[in-house]
């Protein structure tokens, strides 16, 4: 029953537009690939490592391709042609390959059906290790049953050794789920850096070292505390399916992998950034890893009263998105953010009324709800004050991904002082408010419902202006966030090609077929 009293013939017509909008998407991007999409599939047959100028193997067998050959008929071909050429298993290859002993274009290309009999050895066992993760995951929470809320926090020390210090206090704490935040910048960068790494900028370099060691301290530490912790990292950028393969492999629960935030708050070239998100969350479908989307965000650059349509707009169109690579509804985790302005009068009615649009809208979904950070300031008691707020409305409209605001937001780096009171708080809200949701009702035409359907009504409308323009002119126009990106502009457009009739990808290929099957 909806305490909103949606229209739900509007619900149908954003998600009838949405559909509309990822369709013309989606036919671009079945005819087009790019680097990050090629060495994805390339750490997804086991190539790792890097050569003797600290290069990592698949940038440079992609790069390779795109100098010396043609990258359009995949580097799926390329590596199955090196190994016939040599007669060399795989590992022996990347050796003598990294000592530049040959070059990946120095063989005669084989056909798609010899492609897929050589590879099947190197594929069989990456997709399979995938499908024990999910496994061991849904195992652990056959053990440990989770609330219906989980409290999300992040470390970003730029030390992995530190980090895990941090997480494993977090969890004893009550934590549900840490979020290991990339080093500044590292979503500009166009490869993934290699091994442990202890020295990052404002966050820990995402490697899949790194992943490999937080979560085995999660898994230690989930045994002692008897909840399955859950490990968050970030899949955008212009390494958006390296990094969801990676996570992939190391057992990551949860990636943030947004299809347009790369564009609007990192200029990434959104023909680029359309292709990339499309495999990486086939990944992350394949391995049962919840995605997080980044609506928040927009909020951040626009005013949360005139803007809150962008964000419910913003939400069916990455739910197509996600529904065109096979992700569950159960592993949507579209965003929204409590960032209305303090000052503003019933700005906590303007707020429930949003999250429990987004509730009744997904139901299924494990909605990530962002905490204050806006409009929070350098007074921690105020602070403290506004999170609460959103800590019960988070409880209020049963959010699922409960991020926690720090009262020391704009002032530093949270100590685990300030992270022991978020929990604290955050906790306290859920028991002594458990069932107030279920004991209240909006009264009809009053504040709630009326801004309710004002959000659902506009959200329609730019959906239907959207599917008309066409979603890369839409980014042009600056429709989210107020933030204008060219078609043609940003980084990464150097990456993408447009496939040959006779392209291989053998992991996308087998992921879909797998779905298919299903």
Do not use: W
Not at 84 to 92: E, Q
Not at 378 to 398: E, H, K, L, P
Not at 448 to 470: C, H, P, T, W
Request: glycine letters at 6%.
């Amino acid at each position: 029953m909806s305490k909103l009293n949606l229209n739900q013939d509007k619900i149908i017509s954003c998600r009838y537009y949405a559909n509309i909008i990822a369709d013309n998407v989606q036919s671009f991007i079945d005819q087009h690939t790019t680097v990050s999409v090629e060495r994805a599939v390339l750490r997804l047959l086991g190539v790792d490592g890097v050569d003797d100028l600290l290069v990592p193997l698949p940038n440079k067998l992609v790069d390779d391709v795109v100098k010396n050959g043609d990258i359009s008929y995949g580097v799926s071909r390329y590596i199955a042609s090196g190994l016939k050429g040599t007669s060399l298993n795989l590992n022996d290859f990347l050796e003598a390959y990294s000592r530049d002993e040959f070059g990946i274009c120095d063989f005669s290309l084989v056909d798609r059906d010899e492609t897929y009999n050589i590879l099947k050895p190197y594929y069989d066992k990456h997709l399979i290790k995938i499908k024990n993760n999910k496994i061991k995951r849904e195992e652990y929470l056959d053990r440990f049953p989770r609330d219906k809320t989980d409290i999300y926090v992040i470390v970003a020390t730029g030390n992995i050794d530190e980090d895990v210090i941090q997480a494993v206090s977090a969890a004893k704490a009550g934590a549900d789920i840490i979020a290991v935040i990339r080093s500044t910048g590292q979503s500009l960068l166009d490869y993934v850096p290699y091994g442990k790494t202890t020295e990052g900028f404002g966050g820990t370099f995402a490697t899949q070292e790194n992943f490999k060691i937080m979560r085995k301290a999660l898994d230690e530490v989930s045994e002692e505390v008897k909840r399955y912790i859950y490990l968050v990292n970030y899949a955008s950028g212009l390494c958006m399916p390296e990094i969801a393969s990676m996570g992939a492999l190391e057992r990551l629960d949860v990636l943030l992998n947004d299809s347009m935030y790369g564009i609007i708050f990192r200029d990434i070239n959104m023909q680029r950034t359309f292709v990339d998100q499309y495999f990486s969350r086939l990944i992350n479908a394949y391995s049962g890893i919840i995605i997080n989307t980044g609506e928040d965000n927009y909020l951040t650059t626009s005013d949360a009263v005139e803007e809150a349509h962008t964000v419910t707009a913003s939400q069916f169109i990455n739910e197509a998105f996600a529904k065109k690579a096979h992700l569950s509804n159960k592993l949507m985790g579209l965003g929204h953010a409590f960032e209305i302005d303090p000052e503003v009068e019933n700005s906590f009615l303007l707020e429930l009324s949003q999250a429990q649009l987004a509730r009744e809208i997904f139901p299924e979904a494990p909605l990530k709800y962002m905490p204050p950070t806006k409009h929070i300031n350098g007074n921690i008691f105020r602070a403290y004050q506004q999170n609460a707020m959103f800590n019960m409305v988070t409880t209020m409209t049963d959010q699922s991904i409960h991020l926690l605001g720090m009262m020391t937001e704009a002032i530093h780096t949270p100590y685990l002082s300030d992270r022991y009171l978020a929990i604290k708080n955050a906790k306290m809200v859920q028991k002594t408010m458990k069932s107030l949701g279920d004991e209240i009702e909006y009264k009809a035409n009053g504040i709630i419902r009326n801004r309710a359907i004002e959000v659902l009504d506009s959200a329609e409308k730019l959906l239907k202006q959207i599917s008309s323009d066409g979603l890369f002119e839409s980014l042009a126009k600056g429709v989210f966030a107020q933030t204008k990106r060219s078609v043609t502009g940003g980084k990464g457009l150097s990456g993408v090609f447009r496939k040959n009739k006779d392209y291989v990808n053998v992991i996308l290929e087998k992921m879909e077929e797998s779905f298919n099957e299903d």
